[in-house]
């Protein structure tokens, strides 16, 4: 599965994604893009899922125009996405085109 990182989300989180092809928006070039361009462009790029911490995304955008799966990750902080890793991990697995999956957990 081909994968793009959002700006907020914590590049170590690739090295969890084994076995999938995971690219970030910074190393695209695409960091000045809008949410609605970003996701036509990496849909244009054949990334089948976008993993963002914009908690916002759902509202900003008509998700149902895009084909690409989204995954919305709780928070930014590594040390609290580290912990929940494995339910990440479980969310990229499962996740279906045009799927938008916010995770949640508690955090001390």
């Known amino acids: 599965m081909r ?37 036509t462009e990496a849909e244009n790029a054949a990334f089948d899922l976008f993993i963002t911490t914009d908690q916002n995304l759902r509202h900003q955008q008509d998700l149902s125009r895009h084909r690409i799966a989204i995954i919305v990750l709780p928070t930014t902080r590594w040390p609290d996405i580290q912990r929940h890793a494995s339910q990440v991990v479980e969310a990229v697995a499962s996740i279906q085109p045009r799927e938008c999956r916010e995770l949640t957990w508690n955090t001390p």
């Open 3 to 39: 994968v793009l990182f959002d700006q907020g989300t914590p590049a170590p989180l690739r090295h969890q994604l084994t076995g999938h092809l995971v690219e970030t928006v910074y190393e695209r070039r695409w960091s000045t893009l809008s949410n609605g361009d970003l996701l």
